[in-house]
């Protein structure tokens, strides 16, 4: 059998593994996460008829004379390009802008994708859509994550309430006004809450009693029960800066409101732009913030950037949650595709670079936004017809091969 038509054989299984990629490609053009892959070829081997030959001093050097014995697939490129993103409107859905891939476990082992659809199973833990758990860092009672542990289930408090907090700072501002009368009041109401979560309505009346000088006082509940305050007068220099109390602050002592811990009833100071003052003009005092908040339940999430999940309570408080952890590679060409979009880390892909978006080459996370395939199919139809053409001009050698081989056999009649 002449050689031709074994290179010919190769060609056609080559072409055929091309067609397989291609194919496989322009399916999953509407797969979110996937990555496009490339069939790449080589030469098999080469048969040297005669070997290269040193010049001499009468003669010339000669090349060697080889014949090619066909191709094979050499490799199959991925193409780790960033797809394009699609807003989807849904929380849970997020894409990575830039390098990265999400962690998951599946089954115990440890697996990396680009899809980044979740959702929350009956257990609140947050997975895939194939049921694997995405891996992240919870936040402790504080609402702190500690990024450098290892990455564990995310799980999101569905149903879960959030815990009261006791009021311990009220921040006052705004302007008490100069040209007020000894014996004039501003009265400021708010709302704190006691170590239980529970609301207690305070009114605070601010009374000027001499010159640049006014008092506090205040009282709680419904009749109107008055309570004692600590330095709880303040004085203001000629540009209606405050004096005193040194500290800026009227303080309430722990327990004289029932329940409640201590409050600092901060006025701020010169330097402090949410401070009270005294200038000319008209009353604008207010209380600016208070710290406390009853206990609330989870009404939404919102992701950030950095992978951040935040928790909106009923009680107005926004507390995280965790952080999703992403990781990098040095060689994420060399990522072994597992199933769908999901791959797993190889000898060649280097070790999985685990931590936090935005850093360490990171890309950032856009919620609401799922990362499209890659697949580009005015492309993926241009290589087509490459492996159409050359599967075609492959099988005419085969057919040309056999021709010139029925004519040796017909020499014989």
């Not at 797809?83 to 929380?91: I, K, P």
């Not at 994550?145 to 569905?158: G, K, W």
């Not at 311990?168 to 014996?183: C, F, H, I, K, Y």
């Not at 009693?209 to 004085?235: H, I, L, Q």
Request: avoid cysteine.
């Amino acid at each position: 059998m002449i050689r031709s038509m074994y290179a010919a054989v190769t060609g056609l299984r080559s072409h055929q593994t091309m067609m397989d990629v291609v194919g496989n490609n322009i399916a999953n053009v509407n797969t979110h996460g996937f990555k496009k892959s490339q069939a790449l070829f080589r030469e098999v081997l080469s048969q040297t008829v005669t070997g290269s030959r040193a010049p001499g001093e009468a003669i010339g050097g000669t090349n060697p004379a080889q014949i090619g014995l066909g191709t094979s697939v050499g490799a199959i490129s991925q193409n780790m390009e960033q797809g394009a993103l699609q807003r989807t409107g849904r929380t849970l859905d997020i894409a990575i802008e830039g390098d990265g891939f999400f962690v998951t476990e599946f089954a115990g082992e440890r697996l990396y994708t680009r899809a980044g659809s979740f959702y929350v199973d009956a257990e609140g833990r947050l997975v895939n859509t194939d049921g694997a758990l995405i891996q992240g860092w919870q936040a402790d009672a504080t609402g702190s994550v500690d990024s450098s542990l290892n990455p564990t289930d995310m799980r999101i408090p569905i149903g879960r309430n959030i815990e009261p907090a006791a009021t311990s700072r009220v921040q006052l501002g705004g302007n008490l006004p100069a040209d007020a009368l000894v014996g004039d009041d501003v009265v400021l109401n708010v709302t704190v809450y006691d170590q239980q979560g529970l609301p207690i309505d305070v009114q605070l009346t601010l009374t000027k009693t001499a010159a640049n000088e006014w008092t506090a006082t205040g009282t709680y509940g419904d009749p109107p029960t008055a309570f004692a305050m600590t330095d709880n007068v303040m004085t203001f220099d000629a540009t209606g800066e405050l004096v005193t109390p040194a500290d800026f602050n009227l303080n309430i002592a722990a327990g004289v409101l029932p329940n409640a811990a201590a409050i600092e009833l901060t006025v701020g100071g010169s330097d402090v732009s949410t401070r009270i003052t005294e200038y000319g003009g008209l009353a604008s005092t207010a209380v600016i913030l208070q710290n406390g908040s009853a206990t609330g339940s989870l009404q939404s999430l919102s992701v950030g950037a950095d992978g951040v999940i935040t928790g909106s309570y009923s009680n107005g408080q926004l507390k995280p949650i965790g952080q999703i952890a992403l990781a990098n590679f040095a060689n994420p060409e060399g990522m072994e595709r597992v199933t769908g979009s999901n791959w797993r880390e190889t000898a060649n892909s280097g070790l999985a670079q685990v931590g936090v978006a935005g850093t360490g080459g990171r890309g950032a996370m856009a919620s609401t936004t799922l990362e499209m395939s890659n697949v580009d199919l005015a492309e993926e139809f241009t290589a087509l017809i490459r492996a159409q053409r050359g599967f075609q001009a492959n099988s005419r050698m085969v057919t040309a091969s056999d021709e010139m081989l029925q004519e040796v056999v017909n020499m014989k009649r």
